[in-house]
């Protein structure tokens, strides 16, 4: 899995991390965004999290329209290493030991095209 740390969006407070990556095991790229706990005692306060199911984000484009509609933008040089990452790392879906029930698990929560998308990793086998 790839993990880069971006520029947050314009307003944000100066603490919060963004960070964006290729998750191979998901085959999907992925963003998070958190800002730091009020106190020592609670964790980290989720802003966003895209891309956590399988196939959820197949392609660069993808992520940087999901973090556009956050105020998000991907520096060039993050756009080129995350085009990198994916035929680097692979896609790794199928073919895991819980891949099946995963995607059963996921089918009546995500959108049809990306259903599409899952189902045929499962039947590349991941490549």
Known sequence: M????????PGSP???VTTVGWDAPLNTYWATAFDPPA??????????WIGDTP??????ESLATALHEHGVEIPP???EALRRDKPNEGERFAGRPATNLIAEMTRPHVPADQQARIDAALQDGGR
């Not at 790839?2 to 969006?9: D, G, H, L």
């Not at 106190?39 to 966003?48: A, H, L």
């Not at 196939?55 to 660069?60: G, I, N």
Request: aromatic share 10%.
């Open 2 to 9: 790839s993990r880069y740390t971006i520029p947050n969006a």
């Open 39 to 48: 106190s020592t005692d609670q964790e980290d306060i989720e802003v966003f």
């Open 55 to 60: 196939c959820a984000l197949p392609e660069v």
């Open 77 to 79: 040089f993050t756009l």
């Open 14 to 16: 100066n603490k919060r």
